[in-house]
C-alpha cells in the first residue's frame, strides 16, 4: 500500500492549473469548489493525510493517470496556493521533471493570461535546452506603445 504525501507550490490559478495538467496529457481534469475524496488504485477511499479522507479541489482519476495508479490531487490551501498530493507509488510518474514540467506549463499559461489582461499581444515564443531542460520564453507586444 502507498501513502500520499503533499507538496506545496505556487500555483494560485485552477484555470491554469487545469490547462497545465491537459498539456501534460491528462484531457479529464476535475475541478471542485469544495475538495472531494481521493481514491487508490484499487477504488478505496484514502486517508493517509487525513484521518476523515484524503481530499483534493482539482483531481486527475486514477483511471485516467493510467495503470494501476492512484489518483493525483491538488487541495486548495488557505493561503490560496494548491498543494499536490502524490502518491508514492506514483512517484516514478510524477517526479520532479514532470512537476518542472507542468510548473513551466502553468507559467506559461499564467503569462499568457496576465498579458492578455493587460492587452498585450504575443510576438514570439522560443524553446530552448539548457542542461537538459527545456526552457521557454515569451516576447509580448504592447500594441498600445506603437
Not at 477504488?43 to 493517470?65: E, Q, S
Not at 524553446?127 to 507586444?141: A, Y
Request: aromatic content about 8%.
Amino acid at each position: 500500500m502507498s501513502q500520499y504525501h503533499a507538496q506545496r507550490t505556487l500555483y494560485k490559478d485552477a484555470e491554469c492549473l487545469v490547462g497545465a495538467l491537459k498539456e501534460q496529457g491528462y484531457e479529464t481534469v476535475e475541478v471542485h469548489e469544495q475538495a472531494v475524496q481521493l481514491y487508490d488504485f484499487q477504488g478505496r477511499p484514502t486517508c493517509y493525510l487525513d484521518k476523515f479522507g484524503d481530499k483534493a479541489n482539482v483531481i486527475v482519476r486514477r483511471h485516467i493517470v493510467g495503470g494501476a495508479a492512484n489518483d493525483l490531487g491538488f487541495r486548495k490551501e488557505s493561503d490560496g496556493t494548491f498543494s499536490a498530493i502524490v502518491s508514492e507509488f506514483d512517484d516514478h510518474k510524477h517526479n520532479a521533471d514532470w512537476m518542472d514540467a507542468l510548473k513551466q506549463h502553468y507559467t506559461e499559461r499564467v503569462d499568457m493570461k496576465v498579458a492578455k489582461k493587460n492587452g498585450l499581444q504575443l510576438m514570439a515564443r522560443k524553446v530552448t535546452e539548457v542542461n537538459g531542460k527545456k526552457r521557454i520564453q515569451l516576447q509580448f507586444l504592447d500594441p498600445r506603445g506603437v
